[in-house]
């Protein structure tokens, strides 16, 4: 086994001159750089809407059926299902919203 076969760094003096400053090489280009946002097709669709109304859900809805919520039922099921049922969907719809293909 050689040190090039365990898939590690491996020094190699071609890529320095005689100063010993690294020379660039193909494989330093890799990135051109982030994409600016304007630059980038995303528009306010019906994704943004469906987070909007996952909002109005969140800090709405819930907050109007803990206030409403039975006392005999038990708050704990109130105070921390709830509020946590529409935050894990207002997660998850802002994550898939903002993923794209």
């Known amino acids: ?13 071609s890529a320095f001159d005689d100063d010993g400053t690294r020379t660039e090489s193909v494989d330093d280009n890799w990135d051109d750089g982030p994409v600016h946002p304007e630059q980038v097709d995303r528009e306010f669709d019906w994704r943004g809407w469906v987070v909007v109304g996952m909002i109005i859900v969140a800090f709405l809805i819930a907050p109007i059926a803990i206030t409403l919520w039975p006392p005999g039922v038990g708050y ?12 894990l969907f207002l997660a998850l719809t802002a994550v898939w919203a903002t993923t794209r293909p």
């Open 76 to 87: 704990r099921f109130a105070l921390l299902i709830l509020p946590l049922v529409p935050a």
């Open 1 to 13: 086994m050689t040190s090039s076969d365990d898939s590690g760094y491996v020094h190699d003096p």
